[in-house]
């Protein structure tokens, strides 16, 4: 489990590298749900997405000697920007190891920050596998994307940023793809307010926190297949499934329709520009599986990073 106080201590360690993100009502999400919605944006963290908390949690803990060998990270994109970015501050050198099918913009944004970046298979699995086996070679520090406690503090930062800013919210949802981020927000929140709801969001095609607590342990799915690519873990982590099995209260799938209108209705209705992993969570309020009438509920966003190929898909 992760300890209130580690939360706290990442929030002091990471404050002068992450932007404390806004909480934005949007009138449109909350006449369709039934709900006042204020989405935490995640979106507009810098590299656009909430992974730059736990990877500059974990990275400033190094030790600068061993550290210098680098990091290395495996990542379908986000958890690489935020690795990028905070080795580039820190003058570490870094390899980001991604599957094939990485979204161009993504890739390109890792680059962009000086990282050496090698494609390795279609699954996260085989990624983490391939950065694990150059770590030992390279001698460099692997960083986990989800199932380290240090990177799970630092995500956690965002339950407190939303305490503090709207002490009367009364419902968290968030995107689940391995639990780092779940983890995160139930041990910053439920420690301190455990009237407050969270619910965990997954994509119906790539479910695999859901059908791990049904199973009662931990379940690897055979395949995943959504549009929402930084969703598309095949099983839970070994540190985040207890986490969310003591504090969750639920579990919401949200289909591949509703994500993409959601994302849609994101981009024109709210102008915010979210990739469909960070838009599950505005999905599960349009298909109004959120318990409850005019609770005070915040969405997170959990990132931005889209293909702009995708945007005029998405429009036309």
Known sequence: ??????????????????????????????????????FKTENLQYTNSFKLRGASNFVLQLDPDIAARG?????????????????????????????KGAIEAKVQAIKSFGAEVIYCGTFSEECRKKARELSEERKMIFIHGFDDPKVIAGQGTIGLEILEDFPEVEVILAPIGGGGLISGILSAVKERRPDIKVYGVEPSESNCMYVSLHEGKITKLLRTNTIADGLRSNRPGNLTFPIVRKYIDDIILVCEEDILKATKNL???????????????????????IPGKNKKVVPIISGGNVDPEFIKKLLD
Request: charge should be positive; hydrophobic fraction near 45%; proline fraction near 3%.
């Open 71 to 99: 990091v290395i990270a495996a990542s379908s994109g986000n958890h690489g920007q935020g690795v990028a970015y905070i080795a580039s501050k820190m003058g570490y050198p870094c390899v980001i190891v991604v599957p």
């Open 267 to 289: 981009l024109l209705k709210v102008k915010l520009l979210v990739e469909p992993s960070g838009a599950v969570t505005s999905a599960a309020l349009i298909s109004k599986k």
């Open 1 to 38: 489990m992760i300890k209130f106080a580690e939360i706290e201590e990442a929030q002091n360690r990471i404050s002068h590298i992450v932007k404390h993100t806004n909480l934005e009502y949007s009138d449109f999400f909350s006449q369709i749900s039934g709900h006042q919605v204020y």
